[in-house]
């Protein structure tokens, strides 16, 4: 099958190209039609089987790109997760035009405000700060059509369950509602019956199971000594980009610090950092501009990063879901990945349970072997080398300019303004024309097709409202 079988736009299936979206996944085949039908539907699948394109498809598909109020909310239980889907839908949505924003706590929620102000098509949030944002009727839900909940079990384990309900009782009742899930528990059970109408099942079973797909196996070792052991496990494995977990935001400073001292490319994630230090940590480490990411659990959630090859649990997660969680950050589509375990005494109950949980053993490996393989690395030692990866919306971008003009809605400037001076422009059409996102003194407008050293000529040389203003090219 391919996602040309859809019904769908040309706009919509060129971004699909650019973005290497070869063919659809079975959470793809399933899910876009009944979206396109408007069907409500309960969506059981693991993370990583594809469903944000799932949903991000038919709503950009949907939306009413002429439209200035939000017409989807998708609902996510954390910020980085939020913040993926956002910058998904955009890319899917690109040459369509269409426009999402993100509403996150620790953000400045002035910003946001200025965010809405805009045309906004798809609004992806937390569920504590997309309420904020309701009660203060800065967002405008009066003409949501599409629900998404992501991530309902998470939301749930948070404690989120009850804002999302609580969100749900403020929209417009005539919606389509999605709700996607690893697991079902009785409370997202009780939420659907509530609030969904004529509602169909999917269970998205992987081909590959977990154990299949990610070579499990953990060190018995003394806590003093588990520094030293993941200093030869890094030396010994042929590692990609990997994640090292701690349970705590303090053992991973120590950790992170101890890996930099010792020349290993690496970076810190947790929770105690601003949301502008853990946005340019996330992406330096998907652009593979570090090796290796020493995270708490903030990391086991909302970060889809490409050829994860190892995780290693530094420390045995409290929770037995976070195991899995953290291991499915390697191992991800039709990749094979590996897990390594460090367990202390301690820790030993804690990783029975998770056995138990897993309904499998985890096979244990010898520090005998580890130090062996060790000693054979040093004269044919893996090179520490950083890799470089592409992100997956370049090929979008390497076609698309976005030039700055210092004008705004301070001098009465509108998107029309805009968009007649561009299309005056001998060999500018419209559809070579993208968002155009004016704000109080500037205006951004984007354009496609490689035209944008034309229309920013064509700008330079003529008037908008009959004056000239000053402009850039800006990334």
Do not use: W
């Not at 910058?87 to 002035?110: C, M, S, W």
């Amino acid at each position: 099958m391919k996602f040309s079988d859809f019904t769908i736009s040309d706009e919509v299936l060129k971004a699909l190209d650019k973005l290497d979206y070869d063919s659809p996944m079975e959470v793809q085949e399933q899910v876009i039609p009944l979206v396109m039908q408007g069907r409500d539907l309960i969506v059981k699948s693991q993370t990583g089987s594809g469903k944000t394109a799932a949903f991000a498809i038919p709503l950009c598909e949907k939306v009413q790109i002429e439209e200035k109020k939000p017409q989807a909310l998708i609902l996510a239980p954390t910020r980085e997760l939020a913040l993926q889907i956002k910058e998904d839908v955009q890319n899917i949505g690109r040459f369509k035009k269409v426009r999402a924003t993100a509403l996150y706590g620790r953000h400045p929620i002035d910003l946001q405000k200025r965010e809405l102000r805009q045309r906004v098509h798809i609004v992806v949030g937390t569920p504590g700060r997309t309420m904020d944002h309701i009660e203060r009727g800065t967002l405008d839900i009066s003409s949501i059509k599409y629900l998404i909940i992501d991530e309902a079990d998470e939301m749930l384990n948070m404690g989120f369950i009850d804002q999302v309900e609580g969100i749900i009782k403020t929209l417009p009742p005539n919606r389509v509602t999605l709700l996607f899930s690893a697991t079902m528990p009785e409370r997202i059970e009780e939420i659907c019956n509530v609030y969904m109408k004529d509602s169909k099942n999917i269970e998205i079973t992987s081909s590959y199971t977990t154990h299949e797909k990610i070579q499990q196996y953990y060190y018995k070792v003394h806590n003093e000594d588990k520094i030293s052991v993941l200093m030869k496990i890094i030396d010994t494995e042929k590692t990609g980009s990997s994640i090292l977990f701690c349970n705590t935001r303090e053992k991973a400073e120590e950790i992170g610090n101890i890996l930099k001292k010792n020349k290993y490319s690496c970076a810190i994630l947790h929770g105690g950092m601003t949301q502008r230090e853990r946005f340019q940590t996330i992406n330096a480490f998907k652009k593979g501009e570090v090796q290796f990411l020493v995270a708490t659990d903030v990391a086991a959630r909302g970060i889809d990063v490409e050829d994860i090859t190892h995780v290693i649990n530094y420390e045995v997660p409290y929770e037995r879901e976070n195991h899995v969680h953290r291991i499915g950050r390697t191992g991800r589509k039709d990749n094979k990945g590996v897990a390594i375990s460090l367990v202390s005494e301690k820790e030993s109950r804690r990783f029975e349970e998770i056995e138990d949980y897993l309904g499998y053993k985890i096979e244990k490996f010898s520090l005998e072997s580890l130090q062996e393989a060790f000693e054979e690395s040093v004269y044919s030692k893996p090179k520490r080398a950083v890799i470089r990866k592409t992100n997956k919306a370049a090929k979008i971008n390497k076609e698309i300019t976005r030039i700055r003009i210092n004008a705004g809605k301070k001098k009465k400037i509108r998107p029309g303004d805009i968009m007649g001076a561009l299309t005056h422009i001998e060999g500018i059409e419209a559809d070579q024309i993208g968002i155009i996102d004016v704000q109080d003194t500037c205006t951004y407008v984007e354009i496609f097709e490689g035209k944008g050293m034309m229309a920013f000529k064509g700008l330079q040389n003529s008037t908008i409202k009959g004056k000239k203003f000053t402009m850039k090219i800006v990334n």
